[in-house]
T-cell receptor, first 113, second 114 residues
Framework: QQQVKQSPQSLIVQKGGISIINCAYE??????FPWYQQFPGKGPALLIA?????SEKKEGRFTISFNKSAKQFSLHIMDSQPGDSATYFC????????????FGTGTRLLVSP | SQTIHQWPATLVQPVGSPLSLECTVE??????LYWYRQAAGRGLQLLFY??????ISSEVPQNLSASRPQDRQFILSSKKLLLSDSGFYLC?????????????FGAGSRLTVL
């Protein structure tokens, strides 16, 4: 119930294409869903986050789509650039108690020039 | 603004040797502090978290321990390292109040146990 399942494990996209990473969860008490971006040798950094009261959130080329009934959320990177090549993690937490973030296993994205 | 510092950045240690990784946060008070480990090609595993000085919760029983001697200092330790302790260790912090969801990571410490 505490798991967040992320797919695909790796992804290769051509420059200018759309990158799509999917996550699914079981715990309906989760109410905060962030995405983190990690470059090699660096710590993850918050990219974008969504709460379940909205179905979509967009920040620049990055969009989170959220499907509450299916318990799924996804990250879309429009016009993917080589600089977007990184590992992306989805996560989820509850806004009660300790608010522990549960992370997906990560997706390694490579955007080819 | 808040900043998080982690050191050392890189560490190579022999099996059986001790370990001490340190993390400090500046610009905030009473943060929630976390230690994560990231094995090669794998996700983020929560090891320890702390909501206050001297308060440590362990997520995974193992060869490691954590301490919080000061409000903004979090230390990860081991008395005798194992080969399986190799990995990328990440300290993180979050505001210690309800609704504060943003988790901010440090730059990480890469540990290689030989």
């Amino acid at each position: 119930q505490q798991q967040v399942k992320q797919s695909p494990q790796s992804l290769i996209v051509q420059k200018g294409g759309i990158s799509i990473i999917n996550c699914a969860y079981e715990n309906t008490a989760f109410d905060y869903f962030p995405w983190y971006q990690q470059f090699p040798g660096k710590g993850p950094a918050l990219l974008i986050a969504i709460r379940p009261d909205v179905s979509e959130k967009k920040e620049g080329r990055f969009t989170i789509s959220f499907n509450k009934s299916a318990k799924q959320f996804s990250l879309h990177i429009m016009d993917s650039q080589p600089g977007d090549s990184a590992t992306y993690f989805c996560a989820a937490s509850m806004n009660t108690g300790f608010q522990k973030l549960v992370f997906g296993t990560g997706t390694r994205l490579l955007v080819s020039p | 603004s808040q900043t998080i510092h982690q050191w050392p950045a890189t560490l190579v240690q022999p099996v059986g040797s001790p370990l001490s990784l340190e993390c400090t946060v500046e610009g905030t008070s009473n943060p929630n502090l976390y230690w994560y480990r990231q094995a090669a090609g794998r996700g983020l595993q929560l090891l320890f978290y702390s909501v206050g000085i001297g308060q440590i919760s362990s997520e995974v029983p193992q060869n490691l321990s954590a301490s919080r001697p000061q409000d903004r200092q979090f230390i990860l330790s081991s008395k005798k390292l194992l080969l399986s302790d190799s990995g990328f260790y990440l300290c993180a912090w979050r505001r210690g109040r309800a609704g504060a969801n943003v988790l901010t990571f440090g730059a990480g410490s890469r540990l290689t146990v030989l």
